[in-house]
């Protein structure tokens, strides 16, 4: 059977001036089509509360969190900065009580972008508000390109999940203007930027699956293999977890 991967939705109410007082419940399509061409089941939850997170959770074999809107700094004890962008405390939330689930339930977690982000201030972990606020800052790491263009290296650690998958160096695409501070101790980076902003991330425990990654892979699956390679590494990954899972 076809994995099942949850990917909690975001509402959106600007898609169209004709229906700006319809909200909607979305997720970006390259995630849907990266799904698919790995063989996996995607499914989308609307934003919702943290019993139904749980429910939710239960419902199938992995989460995978998706980018969006800014995660707000008082879940981690800052107030807002002036470059700080639109946030939703109802998705943080409900993505806060969906990765803590996921934890417990020892479900593998993707995130990707505000994913990565929002999951890592989920266990105390903090962020930049800015990437014009990191001390070190000599990348441009929201890109002038078009999104299936590559902007920058990555150097990658040679013995994770994610240097198994592509070696010690990568070139990704980059839209992201907030970015990890501070990492929780339940995770632990596995790339880095060339100015050194965390750009992945993985699980420090064996009883846990975690990958997170800064950039936005499924926004180059129709130009770029390697892309794609991500989510069909993923998506077997997650077949032979829920494999030894049974086991034990």
């Known amino acids: 059977m076809k994995p099942i991967i949850g990917i909690p939705g975001n509402i959106i109410t600007n898609l169209n ?25 995607p499914v989308v939850f609307p934003l919702s509360t943290e019993e139904n997170a749980r429910e939710y959770v239960k419902s199938v074999d992995a989460i995978l969190l998706a980018g969006g809107q800014d995660v707000s700094p008082l879940l981690y004890g800052e107030e807002p900065h002036l470059k700080l962008e639109e946030t939703s405390p109802l998705r943080d939330a409900f993505e806060i009580a969906v ?3 996921a934890w417990k339930e020892n479900k593998p977690i993707m995130a990707v972008c505000r994913g990565l982000q929002i999951m890592a201030v989920a266990f105390g972990g903090s962020a930049y508000q800015d990437v014009s606020l990191y001390p070190d800052l000599s990348v441009q790491h929201v890109q002038a390109s078009s999104p299936e263009t590559v902007s920058h290296s990555i150097d990658i650690q040679k013995e994770s999940w994610l ?32 100015d050194g902003l ?30 794609q ?10 077949k032979e977890w829920k494999v030894s899972m049974t086991e034990n």
Request: hydrophobic fraction near 40%; aromatic fraction near 12%; avoid cysteine.
């Open 198 to 227: 965390i750009e992945a991330f993985e699980a420090s425990d064996d009883t846990h699956l975690a990958i997170g990654v800064q950039w936005h892979p499924e926004l180059m699956i129709n130009h770029d293999k390697e892309a």
């Open 17 to 41: 001036p004709h229906y700006s007082s319809l909200p909607l419940t979305y997720t970006p399509q390259g995630f849907v089509d990266a799904l698919n061409r790995a063989g996996a089941l």
């Open 163 to 194: 240097g198994k998958l592509y070696g010690e160096f990568l070139q990704v695409n980059s839209y992201h203007h907030q970015a990890i501070k501070e990492l929780p101790d339940e995770l632990t980076p596995t790339a880095w930027s060339k």
């Open 99 to 101: 990765i803590k689930e």
């Open 229 to 238: 390679n991500l989510f069909d590494a993923f998506v077997l990954t997650v």
